[in-house]
């Protein structure tokens, strides 16, 4: 499940070390990129519509924000499995976070899934999902454009449902 490289299992690839040359090396604890990685490509895959443009946003956030290209990123990237990913898989490294920090984690989940110029259902759901599993409060989703659009179709979707009044008899 997730980013998988040969002979390293999931959670060694999860952030705990990397494989260079057939060599396991340890990784500090504080580097989370594989599960940051994980949680990004969820999002981008919660439309079951993967753009080009979404990978090219998460390499962006992962790779020049963290300072250096960092190949397990693109191999993680490579070898990424949505149809086995569950965020809860990956979470429980985030929980111990300050709740700015929880915070943050939406706003860069946000950021990949506005970045094909489409926000649907499934990934505003996502988003959801990830708060929740941050045990943020319902606040934490406040000023996120994926949850201010939904609100719009929701009342663009209530007009057109109950459709004109009826025109008056003459």
Known sequence: MGCSFPGVSHQLAGGFARKRSGTVHAMPSSDRIFPLCELLLGAAYADQDFQAIEKTEIRALLIELAGEVRIEVEACIASFEPEKFKPSTVIGIFKDDTEEARRRILLLISTVIETDGQVDLAESDYLREVASL?????????????????????????????????????
């Open 134 to 170: 941050l045990e943020l409060p319902a606040s934490a989703l406040e000023g996120l454009v994926v949850d201010v659009e939904i609100e719009e179709v929701k009342e663009a979707f209530a007009s057109v449902r109950k459709g004109p009044p009826p025109v008056p008899a003459r």
